[in-house]
């Protein structure tokens, strides 16, 4: 009897112990939630625009935790648009704010997504582990969590983005041959035609950084609209007869970014998923995070930076692609140079000016200059996974260069929306610096 007492009281003890555990919640974590809420976004084919609002809002939240606890970072309300400051715990007590942080990107990138089911799986897989490690912090962490992510849930409802579902789609003008027309092979919509009525961040109004007008529209040999249309042809020809393992393919390719490809065999079509732009810069912070060795809030203040970035970029770009409603290069090459033309990008479905890629990437690499340094060597293997090969950069601006001309080698986008593209992004790279206070050092 006596030494069952002792094996009862020994049996408590060790299972007292075992949920008291501390829980410990490393950069990984959120790499690894990052990385969940991508796969599902392929899943689901997210368009670019709307893939940067599932990044950015679930950073933010994040963010505005560890802001709370760590007196590095300054919290967000106040500079980014009707952001208002989050609910202050009731007590320290029992509170992770590491683990609430997570738990609040959890459950807003669970609200965000189609396939909700993905990401509860997910989320209640971890919440055992947090549970059974140590019950009392993990049920003090999570009702805080929720608590904050109910609080952004009602910003975000204010975006305008449940409102754009509802508006018109684009109407296509098949006499204005300037205009933007559906494309091969599957002659979509164009997409996110009211995305400029989206909330931005930090940008006054959409059209803060309105670029200049594309070309005029002209089809005589010695205008320059005319030119860098015979350049998207001349170039993608000179490229292919170099064969599929030319240098200027394999840069089409890894910064192809398209989640609308659509392949045909036979009477079928189907859809070939992959990440977006933002997807794609989203991938290289985690990247560069991992090389500098971040910790837990160094990691959150980098995604947030960069999701903020391309949030806004993709707002200013839409803002003129459908403003200017320029035609794509294969329109036109089909019709007057080359009807059995194709492009060795698929054209994505939306207007050609300015380049989304370009105006995101230079964007981002702006912001990832700023946190990282100027000179931040990479090996860039966002793709892999895609069957591409890893690719090395010596800097931010070098990746974000090599995603701008992609377009080009791809036959997508005249040099035009290219190169102002490019130059709409780093304006905003730099505005975002000057006027976002994140960082007390």
């Known amino acids: 009897m006596m030494k069952r007492c002792i094996y009862i009281a020994v049996f408590a003890l060790l299972s007292s112990c075992k949920n008291d555990e501390p829980i ?17 976004m392929i899943h689901d084919i997210f368009s670019p ?10 950073n933010i939240a994040a963010y505005e935790i560890i802001a709370l606890r760590d007196g590095k970072y300054n919290s967000l309300s106040g500079q980014v648009s009707q952001l208002k400051e989050i609910p202050r715990p009731k007590s320290d007590k029992n509170l992770n ?31 055992q582990v947090w549970e059974n490690k140590n019950p009392v912090v993990f049920d003090a962490s999570k009702a805080y969590a929720l608590e904050v992510s109910e609080h952004f849930s009602e910003w975000m409802s204010k975006d305008n983005y449940k409102q754009t579902r509802t508006m018109s789609k684009y109407t296509i003008n098949t006499e204005d041959m300037s205009k933007w027309q559906p494309t091969p092979p599957a002659y979509m919509n164009g997409i996110e035609p ?13 059209s803060q950084f309105k670029p200049i007008p594309p070309p005029n529209f002209s089809m005589k040999e010695d205008s320059k609209f005319y030119k860098e249309l015979k350049e998207v042809y001349d170039v993608s020809n000179a490229i292919t007869e170099k064969g599929d393992t030319s240098e200027e393919i394999a840069i089409a390719q890894f910064w192809d970014c398209n989640p609308y490809v659509s392949v045909t065999r036979g009477h079928l079509m189907f859809a070939t998923k992959k990440i977006t732009p ?5 991938g290289i912070t985690k990247i560069a995070s991992k090389k500098s060795d971040f910790n837990v809030s160094e990691t959150i203040f980098a995604y947030t930076k960069t999701s903020i970035a391309i949030f806004d970029a993709f ?12 035609v794509r290069p294969e329109t036109l090459i089909n019709k007057h140079f080359n009807d059995n033309w194709k492009p060795i990008l698929q054209t994505p479905p939306f207007p050609e000016y300015t380049s989304g890629h370009s105006v995101v990437s230079n964007a981002a690499s702006t912001v990832l200059t700023s946190i990282f340094g100027k000179d931040f060597q990479f090996d860039d293997h966002t793709e892999v996974e895609f069957g591409l090969p890893v690719r090395s950069f010596k800097s931010f601006e070098a990746a974000a260069e090599e995603a701008t001309i992609s377009r080009l080698y791809g036959g997508i986008h005249f040099r035009s929306a290219i190169e102002v593209g490019a130059k709409q992004g780093n304006d905003l790279g730099d505005f975002m610096i000057d006027k976002l206070n994140m960082s007390n050092e």
């Not at 400029?196 to 006054?204: A, G, M, V, Y």
């Open 49 to 58: 625009p709307v893939a940067s609002r599932v990044f950015a809002y679930p």
């Open 97 to 127: 704010y590491d683990l609430a942080a997570l738990i609040t990107h959890i459950d807003l990138s669970r609200k965000l997504i189609f396939s909700e089911d993905k990401m509860i799986s997910y989320r209640d897989s971890l919440y």
């Open 278 to 282: 933002g997807a794609h810069w989203i």
């Open 194 to 206: 009211h995305w400029n009525k989206i909330r931005p961040f930090l940008l006054d109004s959409a």
């Open 315 to 326: 707002i200013s770009c839409w803002d003129e692609k459908y403003r200017s409603k320029l």
């Open 24 to 40: 410990v919640i490393t950069p990984d974590h959120f790499h690894n939630s990052v990385d969940k809420v991508v796969g599902i």
